[in-house]
Nanobody, 120 residues
Framework: QVQLVESGGGLVQPGGSLRLSCAAS????????MNWYRQAPGKERELVAT????????NYADSVKGRFTISRDNAKNTVYLQMNTLKPEDAAVYYC?????????????WGQGTQVTVSS
């Protein structure tokens, strides 16, 4: 069955760094664009970063540009989110998402999320 398993979250001080990982299984990972979303308490889920199937193109929310880097390793079926210079407003549950556009719709898979807490 399809699985997306995030890891790497935790507690970090402002200005610190974390690297999130999302291990995929049960589908052809290299065919899917991958996204990282986050959701803070009381807020809507927001798109943080996206990467194309080959990793040739990435995009970021304005709030994380220059601080976060999304990457993927198709040989390991894993997508990463390197988060530097973390701010308290980056605290949220981070989710990875796999998307493939198909005729008439899309295949859309989600992980269970990993908590990131930024606090001194």
């Amino acid at each position: 069955q399809v699985q997306l398993v995030e890891s790497g979250g935790g507690l970090v001080q402002p200005g610190g760094s974390l690297r999130l990982s999302c291990a995929a299984s049960g589908f052809t990972f290299s065919s899917y664009a991958m996204n990282w979303y986050r959701q803070a308490p009381g807020k809507e889920r927001e798109l943080v970063a996206t990467i194309t199937r080959t990793g040739g193109s990435t995009n970021y929310a304005d709030s994380v540009k220059g601080r976060f880097t999304i990457s993927r390793d198709n040989a390991k079926n894993t997508v990463y989110l390197q988060m530097n210079t973390l701010k308290p407003e980056d605290a949220a549950v981070y989710y990875c998402n796999a998307v493939l556009l198909v005729w008439g719709g899309k295949n859309d898979y989600w992980g269970q999320g990993t908590q990131v807490t930024v606090s001194s």
